[in-house]
């Protein structure tokens, strides 16, 4: 099933024991919701680089 989501919000859906993140793109800024395990680190770089180009990543909230 695909769901659309309003402009500017990306969720990166990962797979079992990884962590699902959300990118918030907006004019105040860029928030990543849940940057998930230190072992997947370089997967969740390369897909917030990916979605934000040249923009920079401002706020990081860890939910948990």
Do not use: C, K
Not at 48 to 54: I, N
């Amino acid at each position: 099933m695909t769901t659309l989501l309003p402009l500017g919000i990306t969720v990166f859906e990962r797979g079992w024991l990884s962590a699902n993140n959300i990118l918030f793109q907006g004019g105040e800024g860029n928030a990543l919701i849940d940057s998930g395990y230190a072992t997947h680190a370089d997967q969740t770089v390369a897909l917030v680089r990916a979605a934000l180009g040249a923009q920079p990543l401002t706020h990081l909230l860890n939910t948990h």
